[in-house]
Each structure stands twice: as structure tokens, then as C-alpha cells.
């Protein structure tokens, strides 16, 4: 049985700290209520927005005008070499689980914040490691339809931050994780170093959602060589990153109302604590016009916008 609640506010749902008010909100623990919930947004027509960690959106200043539907976090669950988590399961109680287990294949991805519906969604990923290297099958139910499928690896079509669940409309239910046997101690200590390099990279309780943009393929060969020459890496599928084109501009720092441009990670966008959501889009179409004009390439976000329209 699912219980509505009216006008609740979705700033503190969300690792921005920002947006107005959801007209109508419910959560939800199971897959059994997430059905129900979609099933009573189909009878009343009312538009649906599905909400996990809140780590990867920003939520307009007006809210939202229909049902968010908010996943609860519930404990994964062990089978020999797998684990299974509900979609509102948090991505860090997984990979915590996993090291408890002596399970490898997850390790890379400490400290991921959000729950793991959004991760498979976004084919969310770290280190080298990303979703699609440890999901073995995923269970959902389809946004309009309702037609529950279970997708096998393959069929999710992963690749970088997307899947088959963002691409068609799908909802993560239930994720099932296939790992190997591994050494606790050593992957305790592999997910300490990863937690210390992502806290040298960023200060990850920053208000924000993580890479603001997904990094661009750049067609431009002068200036794919300038980058590996400038920082000695290499560009993988000719994508560059979106936070060094950001910083080739001079963009670091920028400021727009309350919403600024990392100084440590030029692809953050951070709320300096009275952030609007329009100062957000503001400097991200301000971000990339200022890219598009003076480097020819076109950057395309990675956070969803919710409630824009
Ligand atoms: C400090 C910080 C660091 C970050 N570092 C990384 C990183 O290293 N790597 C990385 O990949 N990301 C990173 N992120 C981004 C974010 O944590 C991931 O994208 C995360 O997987 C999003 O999950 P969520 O539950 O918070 O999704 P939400 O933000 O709640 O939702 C994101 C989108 O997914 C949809 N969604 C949510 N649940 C489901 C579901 N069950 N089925 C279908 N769709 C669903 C939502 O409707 C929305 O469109 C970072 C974010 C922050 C704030």
C-alpha cells in the first residue's frame, strides 16, 4: 500500500540542495510498491519523475508538477558469488557488502554516492570500472507500459553513462551483481586508496552532482594532442575532458549568482550555499557557449534537468 503525501519540497532530496516542490510525492521500498505507484500515475495521468540518491539532477526552482516516486534504500542480499540489491539499495552498501564478502569486481567504485537504479541507469562508473563490468542481469518495468522484462548484461547496451534504461524508459527494479572471490584486506585497502583519490580530486560533500557534462568526443586532432601533451594521458575513444576544455576557457572559478565553477574540478558546477536553479543554468549555457564558440565543441550534460519544461 503506498501513502501520498502533497507539496514536499526536493532540495533536500538532492546533493545540490536545490529545487521547489514535488505537487505530489511517495516512497517507496519495494518493487511491489514501485509498480503501484507507476500504476497510479497511469489511471490519473499524471506525469512521473523517479527519484534515487538525488546525485545526478537538478531540480527546477518551481518543482515538479506531478508524482516524484522516491526509492528507500533497503539492505542487498547475498547468493554465493552474487548480490542482489533493489534498485533504491545505496551503490555503497553494495560494494561494502562485497569487500565483507570477499567478492571482487566492485572495489574500484567506493564512493560513489546514490542508490543503485541511478547507477545502472547511467552506467555509472569510476576508476576503470564501471556498471556494466559487474551487472550480470537487471530486472524493470517499463515507465508507460508497464511490461516487466529481465534484461541479461548484454541487453542493457551499456556504454559511457548511458544504458537501455535511459535510452527507452525503463525502470531499474532489481539489479543482480556477479563478482569473483577476492581478499578482503586487500580490497579494503583498494577502497580506502579510491576514497582518498576522489577526496584529493574533489571535496565530495561539495553541493553538487558530480561531472556536471559528459566528456565530448572532440573530432578537432590539434586539439585531442594538445590535451595529451598538456596533461601526458591519453584520449580514449577521442574524448577529451569536459573539465580541461572548461578550464582551457579561463571558466575556473566562474561565478553566476550563487552557483560557481569548481576551482579544484572545473567540470563541477557547486552551490555556495544560496544557489538557485536558474544560476545553475545559467552558467552551464553560459559554460557552453563559451566552449562551443572559442573550441568548437558541443557539451552536453551528464545531470538531468527535472521540472525544466
Ligand atoms: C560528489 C559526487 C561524486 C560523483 N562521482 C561520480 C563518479 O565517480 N562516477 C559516476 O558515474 N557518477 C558520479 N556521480 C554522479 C552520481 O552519483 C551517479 O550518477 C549516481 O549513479 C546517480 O544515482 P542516484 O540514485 O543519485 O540518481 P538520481 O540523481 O536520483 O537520478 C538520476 C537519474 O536516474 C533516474 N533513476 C533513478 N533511479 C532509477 C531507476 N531505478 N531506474 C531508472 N532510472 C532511475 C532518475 O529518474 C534520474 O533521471 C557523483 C555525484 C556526486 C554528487
Request: proline content about 3%; aromatic content about 8%.
Amino acid at each position: 500500500m503506498i501513502s501520498l503525501q502533497e507539496n514536499v519540497l526536493l532540495a533536500p532530496y538532492t546533493t545540490f540542495k536545490i529545487g521547489g516542490p514535488a505537487r505530489r510525492f511517495v516512497r517507496v521500498s519495494t518493487a511491489q510498491q514501485l509498480q503501484e505507484a507507476f500504476e497510479w500515475a497511469k489511471m490519473k495521468d499524471v506525469q512521473t519523475f523517479l527519484l534515487g540518491g538525488g546525485s545526478n539532477i537538478l531540480v527546477s526552482d518551481k518543482g515538479f508538477d506531478g508524482l516524484v516516486i522516491h526509492l528507500e534504500s533497503t539492505p542487498p542480499r547475498r547468493e554465493e558469488f552474487s548480490l542482489i540489491a533493489f534498485a533504491g539499495t545505496t551503490l555503497s552498501s553494495v560494494v561494502d557488502m562485497a569487500r565483507d564478502c570477499s567478492l571482487e569486481g566492485m572495489q574500484n567504485l567506493s564512493g560513489i554516492p546514490g542508490l543503485v537504479g541511478g547507477a545502472v541507469r547511467g552506467n555509472a562508473g569510476a576508476f576503470g570500472v564501471e556498471m556494466k563490468d559487474v551487472v550480470f542481469s537487471v530486472q524493470a518495468l517499463h515507465g508507460k507500459t508497464l511490461e516487466e522484462k529481465i534484461f541479461s548484461n548484454k541487453e542493457c547496451h551499456f556504454s559511457y553513462r548511458t544504458s537501455v534504461f535511459k535510452e527507452e524508459g525503463w525502470i531499474v527494479t532489481e539489479v543482480l551483481f556477479k563478482l569473483r572471490p577476492g581478499d578482503k584486506e586487500k580490497l579494503a585497502k583498494i577502497m580506502e586508496d579510491v576514497v582518498a583519490q576522489r577526496n584529493a580530486k574533489h571535496n565530495q560533500s561539495a553541493l553538487c552532482a558530480g561531472s556536471f557534462f559528459i566528456n565530448p568526443v572532440v573530432e578537432n586532432e590539434e586539439l585531442r594532442k594538445e590535451f595529451e601533451k598538456e596533461t601526458n594521458a591519453s584520449c580514449r575513444e577521442k574524448k577529451v575532458p569536459a573539465g580541461w576544455l572548461i578550464d582551457k576557457m579561463g571558466l575556473r572559478g566562474k561565478k553566476m549568482g550563487g552557483a560557481m565553477v569548481s576551482e579544484m574540478h572545473p567540470n563541477y558546477i557547486i552551490n555556495t550555499g544560496d544557489a538557485r536553479a536558474e544560476d545553475v543554468v545559467m552558467l552551464m549555457s553560459y559554460i557552453k557557449q563559451q566552449v562551443r564558440d572559442g573550441l568548437g565543441v558541443q557539451l552536453t550534460q551528464e545531470v538531468q534537468l527535472v521540472g525544466f519544461d
